[in-house]
């Protein structure tokens, strides 16, 4: 790889989104066998328990006669805000039809779209076998969307022009209320609900009226109570076998799961005996059943045990989907699982993981200002750092963390989370007993074994007066990596940048040591690596210059220190470029840096740091550089600090917080 002119141009990593959403029930379901089943039986008892007012599933009643005070009840069923409603302005009713256009446009859509559901729930109403209850979990998610649309346009009309503009919704309302799959997904009774409640007019003026009313209310009653299993036939047999109906179908659930449970397991011990292994065609269908179930509290131990299930096939046995259910589930946080079963799930399923890393992303950068706690909170939550142990899954990981860097220069926030994240794993991998410097080799192929042993230490464990050592040890190793490297090396600059800054406590370090030394000469180690950690994509000649104006600045800022009192005029002369050349804006970063540290980790820069540090700011991208230093500050370097100078971090950090 040729040697970047800066990181965005180093290359990209792609990553594959999710395509479809996860299914998921709020409540239990058994898969309808062919010939009818539990599912039968049940919907005939609730019919004969809703009495005259729902005799049996009659069709749809007739259309009510027109009525100005046809108005929808106002059902308060968690019933969401408006999003779609068509406001005409006074001062434009060309914009007030265009808005109509749209909407007449929009309810045309609709209408097909009823049209097409009809026949969807129509033919899984016909049809009882295991790939009709598989096509419907697969299309729940799309349907439960058009039933969201459709409210948004019911609840602006009334009751008889909602029938004139969609003449079958009644008929697709019924359906839905009698399909035991779709009553039971997340969330889809109460859109149902909201529907429903579209249909009824608040105060029936013709018999034709008061039947729709009746018939709604009948569907209303069902929907409620087709769940409660107190349904007569069923409370016979339930109380025949010595079980309340409350206490059976929990029991059925947890014995069925316990007895899958026992057998994958088994299976999975005895994995050499063909005659007790699970065949993987029985393998696919169960975890395929399991899709819309995961989030059942009951379903966890069957999920843990068919994440963890590893047979002897080639192929993976267990479906896409649930995976990808399971995964929207654990993000979403509508399941716990144990560390290994998520190891498992990222380690089988790829686009899994690519979607936990970048759902990571989100929650870390959703927020302008850096905060590394906050930071630390969110990956260890994140469940990323314990299964990146494996060097697999740390791979794909980290490959994500270097297309981000590149897509962003180097932004503080992303070098930041990448260095909290290394943190978090060298923490777990020290929990896992394992070797530090053997699996470091293993996880970054890439780089020196000598350099990823090296920056594997502990920046703050090294006591003050033995530092110097380690940094120049490492600044050679990089220099040598980088500099030494040829054409068509499969090391080159960007990769050994790429690893040291994963150790940023090494930078804390070195900034220290060329601050608080009492030589007369800056080592050149120390500004080397300065200068590589700031700008790596630059060449050796313009690398050398660079080290001499820092070394120029760092002589400056040390000679006004021992010359007496500082002031804020007399450091920002002293850190203007000595060609008289603007900085590159990386540049100016290192200067930034110096100067703030310098500011907090001496006595004589306190007075002045408030005027200073406002001479500074003079941009909100500096004011934010600022803020994300002193959070750095407070986080990583308190072995470099006294309380004095972290109680003045935390007061310049909370002063320039407020002003953003």
């Given at each position: 790889?040729?040697?970047?002119?800066?990181?965005?141009?180093?290359?990209?990593?792609?990553?594959?989104?999710?395509?479809?959403?996860?299914?998921?029930?709020?409540?239990?379901?058994?898969?309808?066998?062919?010939?009818?089943?539990?599912?039968?039986?049940?919907?005939?008892?609730?019919?004969?328990?809703?009495?005259?007012?729902?005799?049996?599933?009659?069709?749809?009643?007739?259309?009510?006669?027109?009525?100005?005070?046809?108005?929808?009840?106002?059902?308060?069923?968690?019933?969401?805000?408006?999003?779609?409603?068509?406001?005409?302005?006074?001062?434009?009713?060309?914009?007030?039809?265009?808005?109509?256009?749209?909407?007449?446009?929009?309810?045309?859509?609709?209408?097909?779209d009823?049209?097409?559901?009809?026949?969807?729930?129509?033919?899984?109403?016909?049809?009882?076998?295991?790939?009709?209850?598989?096509?419907?979990?697969?299309?729940?998610?799309?349907?439960?969307?058009?039933?969201r649309?459709?409210?948004?346009?019911?609840?602006?009309?009334?009751?008889?022009?909602?029938?004139?503009?969609?003449?079958?919704?009644?008929?697709?309302?019924?359906?839905?209320?009698?399909?035991?799959?779709?009553?039971?997904?997340?969330?889809?009774?109460?859109?149902?609900?909201?529907?429903?409640?579209?249909?009824m007019?608040?105060?029936?003026?013709?018999s034709?009226?008061?039947?729709?009313?009746?018939?709604?209310?009948?569907?209303?009653?069902?929907v409620?109570?087709?769940?409660r299993?107190?349904?007569?036939?069923?409370?016979?047999?339930?109380?025949?076998?010595?079980?309340?109906?409350?206490?059976?179908?929990?029991?059925?659930?947890?014995?069925?799961?316990?007895?899958?449970?026992?057998?994958?397991?088994?299976?999975?011990?005895?994995?050499?005996s063909?005659?007790?292994?699970?065949?993987?065609?029985?393998?696919?269908?169960?975890?395929?059943?399991?899709?819309?179930?995961?989030?059942?509290?009951?379903?966890?131990?069957l999920?843990?045990?068919?994440?963890?299930?590893?047979?002897?096939?080639?192929?993976?046995?267990?479906?896409?989907?649930?995976?990808?259910?399971?995964?929207?589930?654990?993000?979403?946080?509508k399941?716990?699982?144990?560390?290994?079963?998520?190891?498992?799930?990222?380690?089988?399923?790829?686009?899994?993981?690519?979607?936990?890393?970048?759902?990571?992303?989100?929650?870390?950068?959703?927020?302008?200002?850096?905060?590394?706690?906050?930071?630390?909170?969110?990956?260890?939550?994140?469940?990323?750092?314990?299964?990146?142990?494996?060097?697999?899954?740390?791979?794909?990981?980290?490959?994500?963390?270097?297309?981000?860097?590149?897509?962003?220069?180097g932004?503080?926030?992303?070098?930041?989370?990448?260095?909290?994240?290394?943190?978090?794993?060298?923490?777990?991998?020290?929990?896992?007993?394992?070797?530090?410097?053997?699996?470091?080799?293993?996880?970054?192929?890439?780089?020196a074994?000598?350099?990823a042993a090296?920056?594997?230490?502990?920046?703050?464990?090294?006591?003050?007066?033995?530092?110097?050592?380690?940094?120049?040890?490492?600044?050679?190793?990089?220099?040598?990596?980088?500099?030494?490297?040829?054409?068509?090396?499969?090391?080159?600059?960007?990769?050994?940048?790429?690893?040291?800054?994963?150790?940023?406590?090494?930078?804390?370090?070195?900034?220290?040591?060329?601050?608080?030394?009492?030589?007369?000469?800056?080592?050149?180690?120390?500004?080397?690596?300065?200068?590589?950690?700031?700008?790596?994509?630059?060449?050796?000649?313009?690398?050398?210059?660079?080290?001499?104006?820092l070394?120029?600045?760092?002589?400056?800022?040390?000679?006004?220190?021992?010359?007496?009192?500082?002031?804020?005029?007399?450091?920002?002369?002293?850190?203007?470029?000595?060609?008289?050349?603007?900085?590159?804006?990386?540049?100016?970063?290192?200067?930034?840096?110096?100067?703030?540290?310098?500011?907090?980790?001496?006595?004589?820069?306190?007075?002045?740091?408030?005027?200073?540090?406002?001479h500074?700011?003079?941009?909100?991208a500096?004011?934010?550089?600022?803020?994300?230093?002193?959070?750095?500050?407070?986080?990583?370097?308190?072995?470099?600090?006294?309380?004095?100078?972290?109680?003045?971090?935390?007061?310049?950090?909370?002063?320039?917080?407020?002003?953003?």
């Open positions: 790889r040729a040697q970047p002119h800066s990181l965005a141009a180093a290359g990209k990593f792609q990553t594959r989104q999710n395509k479809k959403s996860s299914v998921r029930l709020c409540q239990v379901f058994k898969p309808q066998k062919p010939g009818g089943g539990f599912f039968s039986a049940a919907a005939q008892s609730a019919e004969a328990a809703l009495g005259e007012d729902h005799p049996g599933r009659p069709p749809f009643p007739a259309r009510a006669e027109k009525t100005r005070e046809n108005v929808r009840p106002s059902l308060n069923v968690g019933e969401p805000r408006s999003r779609g409603a068509v406001e005409l302005r006074q001062d434009g009713c060309c914009e007030g039809t265009v808005l109509l256009s749209e909407m007449a446009q929009e309810s045309a859509d609709l209408a097909s009823c049209q097409s559901w009809l026949q969807k729930l129509s033919a899984w109403e016909q049809a009882s076998s295991e790939e009709t209850q598989k096509d419907t979990c697969l299309h729940l998610s799309g349907f439960q969307e058009f039933l649309q459709m409210y948004e346009i019911l609840k602006e009309m009334d009751s008889d022009a909602i029938l004139e503009r969609f003449p079958t919704i009644g008929q697709l309302l019924a359906k839905a209320c009698w399909n035991p799959l779709i009553l039971a997904y997340d969330e889809s009774q109460k859109i149902v609900i909201w529907c429903l409640c579209c249909l007019n608040k105060e029936p003026r013709t034709a009226e008061s039947g729709l009313n009746s018939w709604i209310r009948g569907l209303l009653s069902h409620l109570s087709a769940f299993f107190d349904m007569k036939e069923v409370c016979l047999f339930t109380k025949s076998l010595g079980y309340e109906s409350i206490d059976y179908y929990p029991s059925l659930l947890k014995n069925m799961v316990l007895s899958l449970v026992s057998e994958l397991r088994e299976s999975h011990l005895n994995g050499l063909t005659q007790s292994r699970m065949a993987p065609e029985r393998m696919m269908s169960l975890s395929e059943v399991c899709v819309p179930l995961v989030t059942l509290p009951d379903m966890e131990p999920v843990e045990a068919l994440l963890t299930y590893h047979g002897h096939e080639p192929q993976e046995v267990l479906a896409p989907e649930f995976f990808e259910a399971v995964n929207e589930a654990f993000l979403s946080e399941i716990v699982l144990p560390t290994s079963s998520v190891v498992s799930l990222w380690f089988r399923h790829l686009p899994s993981l690519e979607k936990a890393t970048l759902h990571l992303f989100e929650k870390l950068f959703s927020s302008k200002i850096i905060c590394l706690r906050r930071m630390e909170c969110c990956i260890r939550e994140s469940f990323l750092p314990q299964a990146a142990c494996q060097p697999a899954i740390f791979r794909i990981v980290d490959e994500m963390f270097r297309f981000v860097l590149l897509e962003t220069d932004a503080p926030e992303v070098l930041a989370a990448l260095q909290v994240f290394t943190s978090c794993l060298v923490e777990a991998l020290k929990k896992e007993n394992k070797q530090l410097t053997f699996a470091l080799r293993t996880y970054f192929p890439y780089g074994p000598c350099l090296a920056l594997s230490q502990h920046p703050e464990a090294i006591p003050q007066g033995h530092r110097l050592q380690p940094l120049l040890h490492i600044s050679q190793l990089l220099r040598e990596a980088v500099e030494d490297c040829t054409r068509g090396s499969p090391r080159n600059p960007f990769e050994s940048w790429f690893l040291f800054v994963h150790f940023g406590g090494w930078v804390d370090l070195a900034v220290a040591e060329l601050l608080l030394r009492e030589e007369a000469e800056p080592p050149a180690g120390l500004l080397w690596l300065l200068v590589f950690y700031y700008s790596p994509q630059d060449g050796s000649q313009q690398r050398e210059q660079s080290m001499v104006e070394k120029v600045l760092i002589n400056r800022l040390l000679m006004l220190l021992r010359s007496g009192p500082l002031s804020a005029t007399d450091l920002q002369e002293a850190a203007e470029s000595p060609s008289g050349d603007p900085r590159p804006p990386v540049c100016g970063q290192l200067v930034r840096r110096l100067l703030l540290s310098l500011l907090l980790w001496t006595p004589e820069g306190h007075a002045i740091v408030w005027e200073a540090v406002t500074m700011a003079h941009t909100d500096v004011i934010h550089e600022i803020i994300g230093f002193l959070d750095q500050t407070l986080y990583r370097s308190q072995h470099l600090c006294v309380e004095a100078s972290r109680k003045l971090a935390r007061d310049l950090l909370k002063e320039l917080q407020a002003q953003v």
